[in-house]
Nanobody
């Protein structure tokens, strides 16, 4: 069982930055792909960014050039640096861990990001 806990959400003005963090309960990066999703009110969950166990990164089109994912093996954390935030980035952001080659997925409970003036 893997537990994921997101942190770092909050209220920020348009154009501002936030850094989200996802802490895993154990060392999993060598076997799991880590992904960030988000879900805005009334909308479906949207893929934001993912990093495979081998380090390949894929960004969703809406965040390319503004968001950056990184891993810290020593801390078992995956961070999401979000720059130039827009009101449409407002959502609950979720961290997930997918065991490579399987459909086994663990989810965190999410952290709220609100971009508003």
């Amino acid at each position: 069982q893997v537990q994921l806990v997101e942190s770092g959400g909050g209220l920020v003005q348009p154009g501002g930055s936030l850094r989200l963090s996802c802490a895993a309960s154990t060392s999993i990066f060598s076997m799991y792909a880590m992904k960030w999703y988000r879900q805005a009110p009334g909308k479906e969950r949207e893929f934001v960014v993912g990093i495979t166990s081998g380090g390949t990164i894929t960004y969703g089109d809406s965040v390319k050039g503004r968001f950056t994912i990184s891993r810290a093996y020593a801390k078992n954390t995956v961070d999401l640096q979000m720059n130039n935030l827009k009101p449409e980035d407002t959502a609950v952001y979720y961290c997930s861990a997918t065991l490579q080659g399987t459909t086994l997925v663990y989810w965190g409970r999410g952290t709220q990001v609100t971009v508003s003036s």
